[in-house]
């Protein structure tokens, strides 16, 4: 009879191979899970912890979004795991903005904003941020911007020194984004003013502004696509 160590440990490498062969098709969310804290939690059977996590913050992402404090909250996860799950959610954004930056024509793609929406989604205060493009609408080389970060409901976005920043990047398009932490996407009269008073900044200077878009943890809302710019 195969002890409790010699079962966890041919569960682990059953997971890998099939990992390996086939990604994460076919695979139930908590065997992703599982797979996931086996990176941090190399000596124990993590398939309980999986399934707690799951429960408690109902899918992956709600784990990767979760703040470390509350995962550290669930038996069995301890203190490495937290740190490995936002290392995971951090390199994923990383990717998806160099993937950005080496397509084609990030403007015209959904990548930025799949990009913002893991970024921002989940944040508790609001902040603003600027992707620069070139005249080809692809993104430059670390070409997105934290430019300004607020209290929980407002971040304040000063024309200047956006323009500023957009010159100093040598970039022709700009397009921005902010988060909204209450869920809500739909725009707000400041939102829209201040979208105007950038536009018409960017405009004596021959820039162009090719979407403003505000984000919540599972929707985006496009200016451009409203027909607001």
Do not use: C
Not at 46 to 61: H, I, M, Q, S, W
Not at 83 to 108: D, W
Not at 173 to 181: E, K, W
């Amino acid at each position: 009879m195969l002890s409790a160590e010699q079962h966890y440990h041919g569960h682990r490498k059953r997971l890998r191979e099939r990992f390996l062969k086939s990604g994460f098709a076919g695979m139930a969310e908590h065997e992703v899970v599982e797979l996931l804290l086996t990176l941090a939690i190399p000596y124990k059977d993590v398939k309980e912890p999986a399934k707690k996590l799951l429960t408690r913050f109902g899918n992956l992402k709600g784990i990767l979004d979760a703040p470390p404090e509350d995962l550290r909250n669930i038996p069995g996860i301890g203190s490495v795991a937290p740190v490995a799950f936002r290392i995971i959610r951090e390199a994923a954004n990383l990717y998806l903005q160099q993937k950005a930056e080496a397509g084609t024509s990030s403007a015209s793609s959904e990548m930025l904003y799949d990009f913002w929406r893991s970024r921002l989604g989940s944040l508790k205060d609001e902040v603003f941020e600027v992707a620069y493009l070139d005249s080809g609408y692809k993104l430059l080389r670390d070409g997105v911007e934290r430019l300004e970060e607020g209290t929980i409901d407002r971040a304040t976005v000063y024309p200047r020194r956006v323009m500023e920043a957009a010159l100093r990047k040598g970039a022709a398009v700009l397009v921005f984004a902010h988060n909204h932490t209450n869920g809500n996407v739909d725009p707000s009269e400041q939102d829209k003013v201040i979208t105007k008073a950038l536009v018409l900044a960017a405009s004596t200077l021959h820039i162009k502004i090719h979407d403003h878009i505000i984000i919540s943890k599972d929707q985006v809302f496009s200016f451009r696509r409203e027909g607001l710019l």
